[in-house]
């Protein structure tokens, strides 16, 4: 199997023409000389988790943020490189395969070859089990030909894996210095990530001469906080599935008897179901947020049946959200919303589930969890059943056989249920049709029969052509890695920011991977606590920001008025080729950005406020400072704090 790694792809004449477009990179990037200006030392978002994080990464925690500067940049204390020796890369894919990876691949291949033709960028073959056991592929023009602005990981493999136990990362660390490697670099998502920063560290320890970069390559859209506005692939997954949801709106408006049930891809997030019901505007989505659950739309005429609810998936602390939405909550609104639309005359309809659902429904979720400690302790599948405790088991014996069949499958490597083979779409279709067969026999719900129609869109994107945009992305992070390699940099994650601006105007820079980590608590009890090991954990879909609102605000007319919208096939030139998440554009980001902008106003109140200024621009400065003093002071002793979970 090794060697159909890297052989040429049988191309077709629109992946030829893909093969020939050339990314650009911002002006920071360009040239043979690396200019890199030190901000200072990043921390924990959260800062009640930064004693357990420092502790945990004494060598990598507290890292200055990097900026990486256009040639015409005025910043005397940057450091500039223009020595290049000879380096010697490792990459390797971890994690599910996202469209645009090949082409972090390519950035760093360029970016390294531009700064010295001797230097060697080596692909581990089939993820971290080829990193582990040394197999590998010198990447060249000749290989990287037909892999150009192509789908999948087939030019490398990969592997879903972590790198976690004790042994796993000392073979690592022996694979890089067996082949003499200056620097290795980490594409996945956050559990890939949470393995580079502990590489990082442990490399860092032993004095091991490679460094450890991370790429932030997930379809999920997950791996999101103040340094990633987004990964690559989301852009990819979201439009190829947008249009695909479209088709079948299109479908079901032409036929009008049926509702389809459509689960989408993105594991215990909803970013993607948020983003394609945004661009697709289908009737209903169930949102699976983590620590909440809102489950929606919500219609004029039936505004407390529809209202948004939230539900805490886990104990917050002493909090526990107002409502709890169980299945059968969930069945009833989708139900009522179903009987709404018949008295419109409307017997169709299309309803998207994140798959990471059946991990928000409390009942649910306590049921895997009851099953995967039984897994962990040897239990076979066989014999779960009749050890589950009297509820879990009544719960258990109520689903329908395939649904039990499935929650018994074994966890994936991070301890999750295996998302992607759990049909909630068709548990709540049955559900659903159930209780519409009871209202028409009861007479209470007029509309026709119930019809449900079934799919899944998860595999069919993950292959996809990369967007424009995900190629430009991918290859600008290729050659923000090779820049954080120049630098000397260990534990960092290559970043990209003000990505909704063209790609001249994009800041390119690198934040320790360790800032990113939170720590999670798990309550066992009034007086007993488990502390979490940090971790770069998911990102939720944020309820207060702009896109989550925008969805609100649409609920009503998406539910009833059928305004579906197709946004068309994936394009590459022309109308749509440039555009990008609305997810993205919508919110108001460059994190990075206005940390740059802030140490310019404090380096000029510096260079006015010196001894000798007049009393009243001193004045002014000390109140100006103690007032905002103060207001920083009320919203950092106002963070929420760590995640507890029970």
């Not at 077709?12 to 990037?29: D, F, G, N, T, W």
């Not at 970013?271 to 809102?294: D, G, K, R, Y």
């Not at 409390?362 to 050890?387: C, F, K, T």
């Not at 009393?615 to 103690?626: E, N």
């Amino acid at each position: 199997m090794d060697s159909d790694y890297g052989v040429p792809r049988e191309l077709s004449e629109v992946q030829k023409k893909r093969a020939l477009y050339q990314p650009e990179v911002p002006p920071c990037l360009q040239g043979t000389t690396v200019r890199v200006e030190y901000g200072d030392a990043a921390i924990a978002a959260d800062p009640a988790g930064a004693h357990v994080i420092s502790q945990a990464f004494p060598h990598t925690y507290g890292q200055p943020l990097a900026h990486f500067l256009r040639k015409t940049a005025v910043v005397p204390d940057a450091k500039v490189i223009s020595e290049h020796p000879a380096v010697r890369v490792g990459i390797v894919f971890c994690g599910r395969q996202s469209p645009g990876g090949h082409n972090v691949v390519w950035g760093l291949y360029e970016a390294i070859k531009a700064h010295n033709q001797s230097s060697k960028l080596i692909g581990f073959l089939g993820g971290s089990d080829g990193l582990l056991a040394q197999k590998t592929l010198e990447i060249t023009d000749d290989v990287l030909s037909s892999y150009k602005n192509q789908g999948g990981y087939d030019m490398l493999g990969r592997t879903k894996d972590q790198i976690r136990t004790k042994e796993q990362v000392n073979g690592a660390m022996a694979s890089c210095q067996a082949l003499k490697l200056d620097a290795l670099v980490i594409i996945g998502g956050v559990t890939s990530n949470t393995d580079a920063a502990q590489l990082a560290e442990t490399f860092a320890k032993a004095k091991c001469a490679t460094k450890v970069v991370g790429v932030p390559v997930t379809l999920n859209g997950d791996l999101k906080n103040q340094f990633v506005e987004t990964t690559v692939g989301f852009d990819t997954i979201c439009k190829v599935n947008s249009q695909l949801i479209s088709n079948v709106c299109t479908d079901a408006l032409s036929a009008e008897k049926y509702y389809y049930f459509i689960r989408l891809m993105g594991r215990k997030a909803s970013h993607v179901a948020l983003e394609c019901t945004l661009q697709s505007h289908p009737n209903m989505v169930c949102t699976c947020f983590q620590p909440i659950l809102a489950c929606w739309p919500m219609s004029h005429n039936l505004l407390m049946l529809f209202r948004t609810c939230t539900y805490a998936q886990v104990i917050l602390g002493e909090e526990v959200a107002a409502s709890k939405l169980t299945i059968f909550d969930i069945t009833k609104q989708i139900c009522d919303a179903v009987q709404a639309r018949a008295d419109k005359d409307k017997n169709h309809g299309v309803i998207l589930i994140p798959e990471g659902l059946v991990e928000s429904i409390p009942e649910l979720y306590a049921l895997l969890q009851e099953i995967h400690g039984l897994h962990g302790r040897g239990v076979s599948a066989e014999n779960i059943s009749s050890q589950l405790s009297p509820w879990a088991s009544a719960l258990f014996e109520f689903l329908p056989p395939f649904i039990r069949k499935q929650l018994l499958l074994h966890p994936e490597s991070d301890d999750s249920a295996q998302l992607s083979q759990i049909e909630t779409e068709k548990l709540l279709a049955q559900l659903v049709e159930t209780e519409m067969n009871r209202r028409l026999k009861e007479g209470t719900y007029k509309g026709k029969k119930f019809n449900a129609i079934c799919h899944f869109f998860g595999y069919q994107a993950r292959g996809a052509l990369p967007s424009k945009f995900d190629c430009d992305y991918a290859y600008v992070l290729g050659h923000v890695c090779y820049h954080i390699i120049a630098a000397g940099l260990n534990g960092y994650m290559a970043t990209v920011t003000n990505l909704k601006s063209p790609v001249n105007k994009w800041r390119c820079g690198a934040a320790p991977i360790s800032s990113m980590m939170t720590v999670k608590r798990w309550s066992r009890g009034p007086s007993a606590t488990q502390i979490g090991k940090p971790a770069v954990h998911m990102a939720s879909v944020d309820l207060k920001g702009k896109a989550y609102e925008l969805l609100r605000q649409s609920s009503s007319s998406f539910l009833l008025e059928d305004i579906y919208r197709n946004p068309g096939p994936l394009q590459f030139e022309g109308p749509g080729a440039d555009s990008k998440p609305i997810s993205l554009c919508v919110e108001d980001q460059d994190y990075m950005g206005r940390i740059k902008k802030l140490q310019e106003y404090l380096e000029k109140v510096k260079s006015i406020v010196k001894p000798g200024c007049s009393q009243d621009v001193l004045k002014a400065a000390l109140s100006a400072m103690a007032s905002v003093t103060e207001t920083l002071n009320i919203m950092t002793s106002s963070s929420p704090g760590q995640t507890q979970l029970s």
